[in-house]
C-alpha cells in the first residue's frame, strides 16, 4: 500500500504536528482529579496531549539528549512500563540519531546487564528511582554507559505501575501475533489482571440481566476527556538526571537537522528476544522495515477520525511498538492504560477504544467471566447462555453474506443483544471495530462468544525477526483457527519438513553481533526460518500446528507437537498451563497448572471453604481429569496424555521455568519436576508438592 507517512521515525511526530496538529495524540490517566475527566479510580480523568505539544515535548527530550552528547547511531535504552513517557523518550531519542534499546521492566539482573552491555547502550532512560538504582548498581558491568536519566514522576506519568507485565502471558519475542503454537493461552497471575477478569461482575453491564432478569442497563457509560494539552514538569531529588531536566539542551535547529539526517535503512531498534535457552539476541529493525509492515497492515485494518488506540501491552516488545507508530501515524489518539492491570477492563467503557491489541487472556476471561455468571444462576441460566451465542453466530455469518436476520431468528438475536450482546460491547466500550490478539492461540469458544456479540477479534501470526508481522487476519479476510493470510509485503512459502519461511523488506537486519546466529535463521536467498510448522489451507489462510525445536519422540519414534496438545488442555477454564512431556518416553504425560481465579469461583459456588492447596484437592482433581478427557477426544491416540501430575502455585519468571517475555523454559521444568515426571510413568497420575 502506498500511503502518506514520514520518512523515518526519527521524524514522525514532527510530520505528524504538521498534519493533525492540535488534535489528541496521547491520552493518560490525569492525578488528582486533574485533567477535568470524569473518570473512576480515585477521582482521576484523563488528560490530552495534543500532536503540537507531542512534537515540543519530544524536541525537549532530543535537545537533551544532545546535550549530553548522543551521537548517531549511539544506544538509548528505555526501561520502563507503558506510559506516555516512554513515548516521549523513544521519538526524542530517534530524533536526536540514537538506536532505540527496549528493556523488559521485569528482566532480571543477569538479562539487564547482559542488554545493556552487548548493546553498549550510552544511555538508560528508567521509569523510576528503583530502576534507576537497578542500573546504577551493576554499572561497573556498563563500560559504555553514560548516563541514567528519571522519567519525570509528574502528573503525566499517571498512577505507580502495579503488576507490570503480569496480564501479558504469552507476549512472546518469536510470536508477535497469535496462535504462534507456543504454549497457547496461559494464565494471567501474580499482581494481574485474573481477578479483575474473572467474576461476571468484572463486565459491566452483564449481570442478572444477561440471563433473564431483565437488562441491568447500559454498562458504563463513557466518561469525559479532558482537553489539556501539555505535559507536566515535576522533577524530584535524584543522584541520576531528570528526562524534563536535562541540562544544557542543544539549539533545536541542531536536532532537527540530526533528525532529518536519518536514512529508511539506518537502524532504528535493537529489541533483543529473550530464547529458552542462552542469552538474548538483539534484532537489528530498521526505520523501513518497520515502515513496510506498518503500511501493510494498516491497508487491512483501515482507520478512521476520531479512532482511539487503547495500549495496555509492554512498549518492550514490538507489537506495542507496532501499534505506537501505526496510531501516530494515522492521526489516531493513542492512550495508555491507567499503570494498573486490574484496572483495564473498567478503563474500556471511559477510553471507547476502537483498536485494542492485546493478548488473548482479556478476551478469554472476559468469556470465562459472563460463563461463570451464567452458571451460578443454574442450569436454566447456562442453558440461554448457550441459545444465545449460537444465535448471535447465526446472525454473524448471515451478515458476513451480506444478508440481514428475520422473522423468529431477528426476535432472538434482538432478546440476546438486549440481555447479553449489548452489555458486552459496552464492556469494551461501544465502539471497538478491530479486536488484535497476539502471542498465543486464543480458546475459539471465546472468540465466538465475542463474534456473537458483535466483537470480531482477529488473530495474526509474526516474530521480532519479522519486524511483528508475517500474517493477519482483518475485515473481509476472517477464517477461525487460521492466523490470517500473508500481508502484501511478506512472501511466505511452506518447506518440505512443514516449517513456515517468509522473505520480504520487513525482515529484520540479522542479529547484533552474532553471525552465526543470524546464519542459522536467514539462508543466503533471504528466508527467514521462523522454527515453526504450519501449512496453507485452500484459500491462502495459514494455521501454525507446531514448534519444530518443541517436538518430542517418543520411545516408539512417534513424532509429537506439543503445542497442539497443550492448547487443547488449556481451553479448560480450571488449567493455567500445560506442559506435555514424553520426548523418548513411552507416551505423553502433562503437567498442569491451576487458573486460581476459576478455581476459587468454582469453590464458592460449591460451597467450600478457601482451599489453601487446590491441586490437592480431589474435587480439583476431577475437574483436570474431565479437561484431560475433554482434550484427549480431540487429539491422536498417540498424543493423548496417558497420565498428569498438578504442580500447586504456577510457573514464574522469578523461579526460572518462564523467560521475562513469558516463554516456557522446558528444561528447566523438565529438570525441577524430574521426580514427579518419573512417577508418572511408574505409578500413573499423581500430585505435586512443589
Same mark, same amino acid.
Given at each position: 500500500?502506498?500511503?502518506?507517512?514520514?520518512?523515518?521515525?526519527?521524524?514522525?511526530?514532527? %510530520?505528524?504536528?504538521?498534519?493533525?496538529?492540535?488534535?489528541?495524540?496521547?491520552?493518560?490517566?490525569?492525578?488528582?482529579?486533574?485533567?477535568?475527566?470524569?473518570?473512576?479510580?480515585?477521582?482521576?480523568? %484523563?488528560?490530552?496531549?495534543?500532536?503540537?505539544?507531542?512534537?515540543?515535548?519530544?524536541?525537549?527530550?532530543?535537545?537533551? !539528549?544532545?546535550?549530553?552528547?548522543?551521537?548517531?547511531?549511539?544506544?538509548?535504552?528505555?526501561?520502563?512500563?507503558?506510559?506516555? @513517557?516512554?513515548?516521549?523518550?523513544?521519538?526524542?531519542?530517534?530524533?536526536?540519531?540514537?538506536?532505540?534499546?527496549?528493556?523488559? *521492566?521485569?528482566?532480571?539482573?543477569?538479562?539487564?546487564?547482559?542488554?545493556?552491555?552487548?548493546?553498549?547502550?550510552?544511555?538508560?532512560?528508567?521509569?523510576?528511582?528503583?530502576? /534507576?538504582?537497578?542500573?546504577?548498581?551493576?554499572?561497573?558491568?556498563?563500560?559504555?554507559?553514560?548516563?541514567?536519566?528519571?522519567?519525570?514522576?509528574?502528573?503525566?506519568?499517571? $498512577?505507580?505501575? @502495579?503488576?507490570?507485565?503480569?496480564?501479558?502471558?504469552?507476549?512472546?519475542?518469536?510470536?508477535?501475533?497469535?496462535?504462534?503454537?507456543?504454549?497457547?493461552?496461559? $494464565?494471567?497471575?501474580?499482581?494481574?489482571?485474573?481477578?479483575?477478569?474473572?467474576?461476571?461482575?468484572?463486565?459491566?453491564?452483564?449481570?442478572?440481566?444477561?440471563?433473564?432478569?431483565?437488562?441491568?442497563?447500559?454498562?458504563?457509560?463513557?466518561?469525559?476527556?479532558?482537553?489539556?494539552?501539555?505535559?507536566?514538569?515535576?522533577?524530584?531529588?535524584?543522584?541520576?538526571?531528570?528526562?524534563?531536566?536535562?541540562?544544557?539542551?542543544?539549539?533545536?535547529?541542531?536536532?532537527?537537522?540530526?533528525?532529518?539526517?536519518?536514512?529508511?535503512?539506518?537502524?532504528?531498534?535493537?529489541?533483543?528476544?529473550?530464547?529458552?535457552?542462552?542469552?538474548?539476541?538483539?534484532?537489528?529493525?530498521?526505520?523501513?522495515?518497520?515502515?513496510?509492515?506498518?503500511?501493510?497492515?494498516?491497508?487491512?485494518?483501515?482507520?478512521?477520525?476520531?479512532?482511539?488506540?487503547?495500549?495496555?501491552?509492554?512498549?518492550?516488545?514490538?507489537?506495542?511498538?507496532?501499534?505506537?507508530?501505526?496510531?501516530?501515524?494515522?492521526?489516531?489518539?493513542?492512550?495508555?492504560?491507567?499503570?494498573?492491570?486490574?484496572?483495564?477492563?473498567?478503563?474500556?467503557?471511559?477510553?471507547?477504544?476502537?483498536?485494542?491489541?492485546?493478548?488473548?487472556?482479556?478476551?478469554?476471561?472476559?468469556?470465562?467471566?459472563?460463563?461463570?455468571?451464567?452458571?451460578?444462576?443454574?442450569?436454566?441460566?447456562? #442453558?440461554?447462555?448457550?441459545?444465545?451465542?449460537?444465535?448471535?453466530?447465526?446472525?454473524?455469518?448471515?451478515?458476513?453474506?451480506?444478508?440481514?436476520?428475520?422473522?423468529?431468528?431477528?426476535?432472538?438475536?434482538?432478546?440476546?443483544?438486549?440481555?447479553?450482546?449489548?452489555?458486552?460491547? /459496552?464492556?469494551?466500550?461501544?465502539?471497538?471495530?478491530?479486536?488484535?490478539?497476539? /502471542? #498465543?492461540?486464543?480458546?475459539?469458544?471465546?472468540?465466538?462468544?465475542?463474534?456473537?456479540?458483535?466483537? *470480531?477479534?482477529?488473530?495474526?501470526?509474526?516474530?521480532?525477526?519479522?519486524?511483528?508481522?508475517?500474517?493477519?487476519?482483518?475485515?473481509?479476510?476472517?477464517?477461525?483457527?487460521?492466523?490470517?493470510?500473508?500481508?502484501?509485503?511478506?512472501?511466505?512459502?511452506?518447506?518440505?519438513?512443514?516449517?513456515?519461511?517468509?522473505?520480504?523488506?520487513?525482515?529484520?537486519?540479522?542479529?547484533?553481533?552474532?553471525?552465526?546466529?543470524?546464519?542459522?535463521?536467514?539462508?543466503?536467498?533471504? %528466508?527467514?526460518?521462523?522454527?515453526?510448522?504450519?501449512?496453507?489451507?485452500?484459500?491462502?489462510? !495459514?494455521?501454525?500446528?507446531?514448534?519444530?525445536?518443541?517436538?518430542?519422540?517418543?520411545?516408539?519414534?512417534?513424532?509429537?507437537?506439543?503445542?497442539?496438545?497443550?492448547?487443547?488442555?488449556?481451553?479448560?477454564? %480450571?488449567?493455567?498451563?500445560?506442559?506435555?512431556?514424553?520426548?523418548?518416553?513411552?507416551?505423553?504425560? #502433562?503437567?498442569?497448572?491451576?487458573?486460581?481465579?476459576?478455581? /476459587?469461583?468454582?469453590?464458592?459456588?460449591?460451597?467450600?471453604?478457601?482451599?489453601?492447596?487446590?491441586?490437592?484437592?480431589?474435587?480439583?482433581?476431577?475437574?483436570?481429569?474431565?479437561?484431560?478427557?475433554?482434550?484427549?477426544?480431540?487429539?491422536?491416540?498417540?498424543?493423548?496424555?496417558?497420565?498428569?501430575?498438578?504442580?500447586?502455585?504456577?510457573?514464574?519468571?522469578?523461579?526460572?521455568?518462564?523467560? *521475562?517475555?513469558?516463554?516456557?523454559?522446558?528444561?528447566?521444568?523438565?529438570?525441577?519436576?524430574?521426580?514427579?515426571?518419573?512417577?508418572?510413568?511408574?505409578?500413573?497420575?499423581?500430585?505435586?508438592?512443589?
Amino acid at each position: 500500500m502506498s500511503r502518506q507517512r514520514p520518512r523515518t521515525l526519527a521524524v514522525l511526530t514532527e %510530520w505528524a504536528a504538521e498534519r493533525y496538529g492540535g488534535a489528541p495524540a496521547l491520552r493518560f490517566r490525569s492525578r488528582g482529579g486533574g485533567g477535568g475527566g470524569g473518570g473512576e479510580g480515585g477521582g482521576r480523568g %484523563w488528560t490530552d496531549v495534543g500532536y503540537t505539544a507531542l512534537r515540543e515535548s519530544v524536541r525537549a527530550v532530543g535537545c537533551g !539528549l544532545l546535550a549530553l552528547g548522543v551521537r548517531p547511531d549511539d544506544r538509548v535504552a528505555i526501561l520502563a512500563e507503558t506510559r506516555p @513517557e516512554w513515548t516521549r523518550a523513544y521519538f526524542g531519542a530517534l530524533a536526536a540519531g540514537a538506536v532505540i534499546v527496549p528493556v523488559y *521492566p521485569t528482566a532480571g539482573e543477569e538479562e539487564l546487564v547482559w542488554v545493556l552491555a552487548d548493546s553498549a547502550a550510552s544511555v538508560v532512560i528508567c521509569e523510576d528511582a528503583a530502576q /534507576a538504582e537497578r542500573v546504577t548498581a551493576v554499572r561497573a558491568k556498563l563500560p559504555e554507559l553514560r548516563h541514567v536519566v528519571l522519567m519525570e514522576e509528574g502528573e503525566g506519568a499517571g $498512577a505507580p505501575r @502495579e503488576g507490570g507485565d503480569a496480564i501479558v502471558q504469552g507476549v512472546r519475542d518469536e510470536g508477535t501475533f497469535g496462535q504462534d503454537a507456543r504454549g497457547g493461552g496461559p $494464565a494471567v497471575r501474580d499482581g494481574g489482571v485474573g481477578g479483575a477478569f474473572a467474576q461476571g461482575p468484572a463486565v459491566p453491564g452483564v449481570g442478572e440481566g444477561a440471563f433473564g432478569q431483565g437488562p441491568r442497563g447500559d454498562g458504563a457509560a463513557a466518561r469525559g476527556v479532558a482537553g489539556g494539552d501539555a505535559f507536566s514538569s515535576g522533577s524530584r531529588d535524584t543522584t541520576v538526571l531528570v528526562l524534563d531536566a536535562l541540562p544544557d539542551p542543544a539549539p533545536v535547529e541542531e536536532l532537527l537537522a540530526r533528525a532529518a539526517s536519518r536514512t529508511p535503512e539506518d537502524l532504528c531498534s535493537l529489541v533483543y528476544t529473550s530464547g529458552t535457552t542462552g542469552p538474548p539476541k538483539g534484532c537489528r529493525l530498521t526505520h523501513a522495515n518497520l515502515a513496510v509492515v506498518d503500511d501493510a497492515s494498516a491497508a487491512l485494518l483501515g482507520s478512521e477520525e476520531g479512532d482511539v488506540l487503547y495500549l495496555y501491552l509492554p512498549l518492550a516488545h514490538v507489537f506495542a511498538q507496532l501499534a505506537q507508530q501505526s496510531s501516530l501515524v494515522q492521526g489516531r489518539t493513542l492512550c495508555y492504560f491507567g499503570g494498573s492491570v486490574r484496572d483495564v477492563i473498567a478503563e474500556l467503557p471511559e477510553v471507547r477504544p476502537t483498536h485494542l491489541p492485546s493478548v488473548p487472556r482479556l478476551f478469554e476471561k472476559v468469556h470465562a467471566g459472563v460463563l461463570s455468571a451464567a452458571e451460578s444462576r443454574g442450569p436454566e441460566a447456562r #442453558a440461554r447462555f448457550d441459545a444465545a451465542v449460537r444465535t448471535g453466530l447465526e446472525v454473524a455469518e448471515l451478515r458476513a453474506r451480506g444478508a440481514e436476520p428475520g422473522g423468529a431468528l431477528l426476535t432472538a438475536w434482538r432478546e440476546a443483544d438486549e440481555n447479553l450482546f449489548a452489555p458486552v460491547r /459496552a464492556a469494551f466500550g461501544g465502539r471497538l471495530r478491530v479486536a488484535i490478539t497476539g /502471542a #498465543a492461540p486464543i480458546a475459539p469458544r471465546a472468540m465466538e462468544f465475542l463474534r456473537a456479540c458483535g466483537i *470480531p477479534v482477529f488473530e495474526g501470526y509474526g516474530m521480532t525477526e519479522s519486524s511483528g508481522v508475517i500474517t493477519i487476519s482483518h475485515p473481509g479476510g476472517l477464517r477461525p483457527g487460521t492466523v490470517g493470510r500473508p500481508v502484501d509485503c511478506c512472501e511466505v512459502r511452506i518447506a518440505e519438513d512443514g516449517e513456515v519461511l517468509a522473505r520480504g523488506p520487513g525482515i529484520f537486519a540479522g542479529y547484533h553481533g552474532a553471525p552465526e546466529a543470524t546464519a542459522g535463521v536467514l539462508d543466503p536467498d533471504g %528466508w527467514l526460518h521462523t522454527g515453526d510448522v504450519g501449512a496453507f489451507d485452500g484459500d491462502g489462510f !495459514l494455521k501454525i500446528t507446531g514448534r519444530k525445536k518443541d517436538l518430542v519422540i517418543t520411545s516408539g519414534g512417534k513424532n509429537l507437537a506439543p503445542a497442539p496438545v497443550e492448547f487443547a488442555l488449556q481451553q479448560s477454564r %480450571w488449567i493455567s498451563r500445560a506442559i506435555m512431556i514424553g520426548d523418548r518416553r513411552p507416551y505423553p504425560v #502433562a503437567l498442569l497448572t491451576l487458573d486460581a481465579e476459576e478455581i /476459587a469461583a468454582w469453590a464458592e459456588r460449591e460451597g467450600l471453604a478457601p482451599l489453601s492447596r487446590p491441586a490437592g484437592h480431589p474435587a480439583v482433581r476431577m475437574l483436570c481429569q474431565e479437561a484431560v478427557d475433554v482434550a484427549n477426544a480431540q487429539l491422536s491416540g498417540p498424543a493423548r496424555i496417558r497420565a498428569f501430575a498438578i504442580i500447586d502455585g504456577d510457573f514464574t519468571v522469578a523461579d526460572g521455568s518462564l523467560t *521475562p517475555t513469558l516463554k516456557v523454559r522446558r528444561a528447566v521444568i523438565s529438570e525441577r519436576y524430574a521426580s514427579e515426571i518419573d512417577a508418572l510413568y511408574s505409578h500413573g497420575s499423581i500430585r505435586s508438592d512443589k
